[in-house]
């Protein structure tokens, strides 16, 4: 028998042992990206549960879940730690009454999987304040094993180790899959990053995860935008070095692609070969000539500089409530929606480990002001019952996604603040699928802040995926292993909706 027929049928009888049918292994190529087999249809969300756009916060640094969105407050009284290490010392009061926090410091959520009660912390009140929104909540508890930011943050962004051939933001999934379905020349992006320039300020730390396309073509990269310092994109998006000439440098740049690529192409036909920074160039080239579309959508008043106050600590420009509004702005718009907008949290204030959320002295003070002046600033762009304002995000169209790289510590360091802590820390779903039944917890910490049941990062990403119907299994993005005890795609999309979106299929 000739290696190749061997292989194939050694595949064949892969596919009939662990249930999947021959055709479905025989289609994966033949599918676009993203295209639902045949054989998973019936699984899939139902399109009245699907969300049609995610808003996704990276709330970079490490939220301490303690005081936010995982307090089991039977845990660490003994010892203080946990919920106790900063409540004891008399510095989560000190926040609450700075910020003018009313009501009980936790509030019941869920149950876990350990069968414990789950409370939000005081720091998370603006969320508390909207029992519409707490409704619609999920926490995922997710667990890795990197404690670096440079590591974790492709991680938790990406669903891939740093290196990885496959390492892409989620945007780079959502613009592939939409704009490969809605090919409309002239038309806005549909993925977009947003970030202010303290986020660019830190480099190193792999925050352009969110922009990477991994084995995407270029065309899928999402569009960035630093939004304190959007002059630069207006007078790049002007095109002023070619003035009216624009027509004629278009024409003239598709010529020499055009002849180029016919270079590439076998005997003349069929696509290019080998060309995939051609195919990056291509794609650059088609956004600069559909500037204007961009122009368009991004209107002048959303990078208006405007401040803000929050706990008594005020601040003359206010990045995270610009890029919310921005945010909300491309996701409603009328005529061309974005389907995805990441926004990087880097706080108010800033932490004392470098940004947002990384409180490596202290701990209540930052986060408290951060956390707390983000959820205001989301909540005020979320349609209250009756509502209904069209400028605004319905919970049922629009799926929010809270991500941070890692936790921190149930322990204070010699110092006095908490450190790294990504082997149990929670992922938090807002609406979309996630209704009814599907509120609680899924996963859970012990008493060490271990997880004891938890998502793997690529979980997270994938439940994402499919709350917008898109088939998470490719080489471009994921694959079966990515998920505990899967042992079929089909089987991995039920466990993925069940756990992290709390849908039963």
């Not at 139902?46 to 005081?67: D, K, M, T, V």
Request: net charge neutral; proline share 7%.
């Amino acid at each position: 028998m000739k290696r190749r027929n061997f292989l194939k049928s050694a595949a064949a009888m892969a596919a009939a042992a662990s249930g999947v049918g021959v055709s479905l292994w025989g289609m994966r190529q033949a599918r676009a990206f993203g295209e639902v087999p045949k054989d998973a249809q019936s699984i899939m969300l139902p399109p009245e549960l699907r969300a049609q756009n995610i808003l996704e916060i990276f709330l970079y640094g490490g939220i301490s879940q303690y005081e936010s969105f995982y307090c089991v407050p039977e845990y660490g009284q003994a010892d203080s730690t946990g919920w106790y290490a900063f409540l004891n010392s008399g510095e989560v009061l000190s926040a609450v009454n700075q910020c003018g926090f009313s009501g009980n410091l936790t509030e019941p959520f869920a149950g876990d999987a350990n069968g414990k009660s789950v409370h939000f912390g005081p720091f998370v009140m603006p969320l508390r304040e909207r029992p519409d929104v707490m409704q619609r909540v999920r926490v995922s508890i997710t667990a890795h094993d990197l404690e670096p930011h440079e590591g974790a943050i492709p991680m938790v962004l990406a669903g891939r180790g740093l290196g990885h051939p496959a390492l892409s933001g989620l945007g780079a999934h959502i613009q592939r899959y939409f704009l490969e379905r809605e090919p409309s020349p002239g038309r806005a992006p549909f993925s977009y990053v947003l970030m202010s320039n303290e986020a660019t300020g830190l480099p190193t730390d792999n925050i352009r995860t969110s922009v990477a396309i991994g084995m995407h073509p270029g065309a899928a990269r999402p569009l960035g935008i630093k939004v304190d310092a959007a002059g630069d994109l207006a007078s790049l998006l002007a095109r002023g070095s070619v003035g009216p000439n624009r027509a004629q440098y278009d024409a003239l740049m598709n010529g020499h692609i055009e002849r180029y690529q016919a270079r590439l192409r076998w005997r003349g036909q069929g696509d290019p070969l080998r060309s995939p920074r051609l195919g990056e160039l291509v794609a650059a080239s088609s956004s600069i000539a559909n500037a204007s579309a961009i122009m368009n959508v991004l209107e002048p008043k959303y990078f208006q500089k405007f401040g803000a106050s929050n706990c008594g600590d005020s601040v003359e420009v206010d990045p995270m409530t610009m890029n919310l509004k921005l945010a909300t702005h491309l996701l409603t718009h009328p005529i061309s929606p974005a389907r995805y907008v990441c926004v990087i949290d880097t706080g108010l204030i800033s932490a004392d480990g470098g940004g947002g959320y990384d409180t490596h002295v202290e701990n209540s003070h930052t986060q408290s002001r951060n956390l707390s002046h983000t959820l205001r600033a989301l909540l005020s762009v979320v349609n209250k019952p009756g509502e209904n304002d069209p400028n605004k995000l319905d919970l049922d169209k629009t799926m929010i996604v809270l991500t941070t790289e890692f936790g921190r510590t149930p322990f204070k360091q010699a110092e006095g603040g908490r450190n790294h802590w990504p082997y149990g820390f929670p992922i938090v779903f807002i609406g979309g699928p996630v209704r009814g039944t599907g509120k609680g917890v899924f996963g859970a910490c012990g008493p060490d802040a271990r997880a004891t049941q938890a998502s793997t990062a690529q979980e997270n990403r994938m439940a994402a995926l499919l709350a917008l119907g898109i088939w998470p299994f490719a080489q471009e993005s994921y694959n079966v292993s990515d998920v505990p005890g899967a042992a079929t795609e089909l089987q991995g999309a039920q466990f993925v909706q069940q756990r992290q979106l709390g849908v039963q299929s």
